[in-house]
């Protein structure tokens, strides 16, 4: 039941439509797209694909590498990985309209030979242990209870010296949230973990820290540019606001005084599993 209410508190009627409609609108050519083009709404998470491509340079990720994207949203960022760092990338979320838009969308910027997106539970990952050569997420676990369950599966489908790399909400030292925001309308399916807790918790499974940042500061700045740009009116043909609706101007206010008053904080890590 809990599965079934995080993925309608991301579906979309028509999303595939509506962002085809925004690449459109915003003068792209629908016929020969580049991720940069699709870089507004399918990097679904706090500061874009400027974010992913910080985390991405200090990952060890080589071309031979098959890659976990966990909680792939529109595959913004397996796609990205794809392109830049030539592996193979499997992506896999809760939300079926998510999965069928990433599928599409790949085959259009011409990856669909390197991505694959499949329906799936994080807490019960479909593939063998050691299957992927690194695992990856960004802003998944934020609905998701069983934080021990979480983290074990990622453990568990990683191979003994592969690495895991993440950009996560985590909670501050406030625990009381504003509601809505853009993973939760309410505190029913908003489960966060602390960054000491989650540290500890990769620690027992057997990741170690390559680098760990704390982006909050970088997340403040980023929601401070975006709601400014929405009180002045700018409403961009393709952006965030497309997945969050006609409340979207609310999450990202909710966001930021999150952000502001210590109740979340912006976490970003690369953690190697047992030997190196």
């Not at 579906?11 to 915003?26: E, M, P, V």
């Not at 403040?220 to 009116?233: P, T």
Request: net charge negative; hydrophobic share 45%.
């Amino acid at each position: 039941m809990a599965d079934a209410i995080v993925a309608n508190h991301y579906t979309i009627n028509d999303l595939g439509d509506q962002i085809l409609a925004g690449l459109k609108a915003s003068g792209a050519d629908l016929e020969a797209l580049t991720l940069d083009d699709l870089a507004p709404v399918d990097a679904f998470h706090i500061r874009g694909r400027v974010a992913t491509a910080e985390l991405a340079s200090k990952a060890d990720i080589k071309p031979q590498h098959r890659l976990l994207d966990v909680g792939c949203g529109l595959g913004g960022t397996s796609r990205f990985l794809a392109a830049t760092k030539g592996c193979h990338v499997v992506g896999i979320d809760l939300t079926a309209a998510y999965c069928q838009v990433a599928e599409m969308l790949s085959a259009r910027v011409g990856l669909k030979k390197q991505t694959e997106f499949q329906i799936g539970d994080a807490l019960a990952l479909p593939f063998d242990e050691a299957a992927f050569d690194a695992v990856w997420t960004e802003h998944a676990q934020m609905n998701i209870k069983d934080k021990s369950g979480f983290y074990r599966e990622i453990a568990r489908v990683c191979k003994q010296g592969g690495q895991f790399a993440f950009h996560d909400i985590l909670a501050g030292n406030v625990t009381d949230l504003h509601f809505p925001v853009p993973w939760a309308s309410d505190a029913s399916i908003s489960h966060l973990i602390r960054a000491d807790v989650l540290k500890s918790l990769l620690s027992d499974l057997g990741f170690k820290a390559c680098s760990w940042e704390d982006k909050t500061k970088d997340a403040i700045d980023f929601f401070r540019l975006v709601v400014d740009r929405f009180k002045a009116g700018e409403r961009p043909h393709l952006g965030l606001h497309i997945l969050m609706g006609q409340s979207a101007h609310t999450k990202f206010q909710n966001v930021l005084r999150n952000l502001e008053q210590n109740r979340i904080q912006v976490i970003q890590a690369v953690m190697t599993l047992g030997r190196a």
